[in-house]
């Protein structure tokens, strides 16, 4: 069997009958409006719709009729602010080429219907062969983001910053990295993503990348995107972890605009990836004896 056949029998299964319910029920609500944007289908039995993916915060099928498709993501009940935050980077990027287009939203049911993507995840092993292209489109694309959506200033270095997350604590006490980082001053702030897996970007025909999935944006300083963008890489292709790194900081340099630093962005990069993989011990033990 195909893989996309196989992965289509995944996210079938991972629908459960409440769920399918819950994408009838919205699409029985709307379905001439859907219809209508989607192609010329005015009623339910009109519209398919087939399953691509269930998580805690929404449930997301493709949309087919006659006249063409679509991406419908209906989003669970108490989702509101991760319904919002998507609907709202969608709309506010409309016309950009990095993120799906916009078609349509709807508050009362939360749900965002979005133009259809057709292309390979970038996790899909057949990819590995060229995952330093992969890279730079990466880095193009996430820089392209940077330019793009809202900024706010800040102060202080990313040692300060990341001194606040439990997840980089050990990595803070370690002094090779906090000579490191205390020397590198945000850039400000910026609307990111915070979701870094690589199921998310989506490989086109033409060889770019769109990106997927702006639930769990929140302001984080410039560059936070890029660098776990890094370690999501580093996990899936490991054997050409820096090379792909040289190329994601091109690709990234190439279409950011402002004060962001490239060269030190990847830096912290490389320190994120050693604080997720977990320092070595004779590491820690320096560190907690003040070396």
């Given at each position: 069997?195909?893989?996309?056949?196989?992965?289509?029998?995944?996210?079938?299964?991972?629908?459960?009958?409440?769920?399918?319910?819950?994408?009838?029920?919205?699409?029985?609500?709307?379905?001439?409006?859907?219809g209508a944007?989607?192609?010329r289908a005015?009623?339910?039995?009109?519209?398919?719709l087939?399953?691509v993916k269930?998580?805690?915060?929404?449930l997301c099928c493709?949309?087919?009729?006659d006249g063409?498709?679509?991406?419908?993501?209906v989003f669970?009940?108490?989702?509101?602010?991760s319904?919002?935050?998507?609907?709202?980077v969608?709309?506010?990027?409309?016309?950009?080429?990095?993120?799906p287009?916009?078609?349509?939203?709807?508050?009362?049911?939360?749900?965002v219907?979005?133009?259809f993507?057709?292309?390979?995840?970038?996790?899909?092993?057949?990819?590995?062969?060229?995952?330093?292209?992969?890279?730079?489109?990466?880095?193009?694309?996430l820089?392209?983001?940077?330019?793009a959506?809202?900024?706010?200033?800040?102060?202080?270095?990313?040692l300060?910053?990341?001194?606040?997350?439990?997840a980089y604590r050990?990595l803070?006490?370690?002094?090779?990295?906090?000579?490191?980082?205390?020397e590198?001053?945000?850039?400000?702030?910026?609307l990111s993503?915070?979701?870094?897996a690589l199921?998310?970007?989506?490989v086109?025909e033409?060889?770019?990348?769109?990106v997927?999935?702006f639930?769990?944006?929140?302001?984080?300083?410039?560059?936070?995107?890029?660098?776990?963008?890094?370690?999501?890489?580093?996990?899936?292709f490991p054997?050409?972890?820096?090379?792909?790194?040289d190329?994601l900081i091109?690709?990234?340099?190439?279409?950011h605009?402002?004060?962001?630093?490239?060269q030190?962005?990847?830096r912290v990069?490389?320190?994120?990836?050693?604080?997720?993989?977990?320092?070595?011990q004779n590491?820690?033990?320096?560190?907690?004896?003040?070396?």
């Amino acid at each position: 069997m195909a893989t996309a056949d196989r992965a289509a029998e995944r996210a079938a299964d991972s629908f459960t009958s409440a769920d399918r319910q819950m994408v009838t029920d919205v699409c029985s609500r709307w379905s001439s409006q859907i219809g209508a944007v989607v192609g010329r289908a005015r009623a339910l039995d009109e519209l398919r719709l087939t399953p691509v993916k269930s998580s805690e915060e929404a449930l997301c099928c493709r949309v087919d009729s006659d006249g063409g498709q679509a991406f419908l993501k209906v989003f669970r009940p108490g989702q509101d602010a991760s319904y919002r935050r998507e609907r709202d980077v969608l709309t506010m990027l409309k016309g950009n080429p990095v993120v799906p287009r916009h078609l349509a939203h709807c508050d009362d049911d939360r749900f965002v219907l979005s133009a259809f993507v057709d292309g390979l995840r970038a996790d899909r092993g057949e990819l590995a062969g060229s995952s330093v292209h992969l890279s730079y489109e990466m880095g193009r694309c996430l820089g392209r983001l940077d330019a793009a959506l809202p900024k706010r200033a800040s102060t202080g270095t990313w040692l300060s910053y990341l001194e606040k997350y439990d997840a980089y604590r050990d990595l803070c006490t370690w002094s090779p990295a906090r000579d490191v980082l205390s020397e590198m001053p945000l850039c400000g702030m910026v609307l990111s993503r915070c979701d870094a897996a690589l199921s998310n970007f989506i490989v086109t025909e033409a060889g770019t990348i769109v990106v997927v999935d702006f639930a769990r944006s929140r302001f984080k300083p410039r560059g936070w995107d890029l660098v776990h963008a890094h370690a999501a890489l580093m996990t899936r292709f490991p054997d050409r972890s820096d090379k792909d790194l040289d190329e994601l900081i091109a690709g990234f340099a190439d279409c950011h605009r402002g004060a962001a630093r490239p060269q030190e962005l990847g830096r912290v990069a490389q320190l994120l990836v050693m604080a997720q993989a977990g320092l070595p011990q004779n590491m820690l033990e320096g560190a907690s004896n003040g070396h």
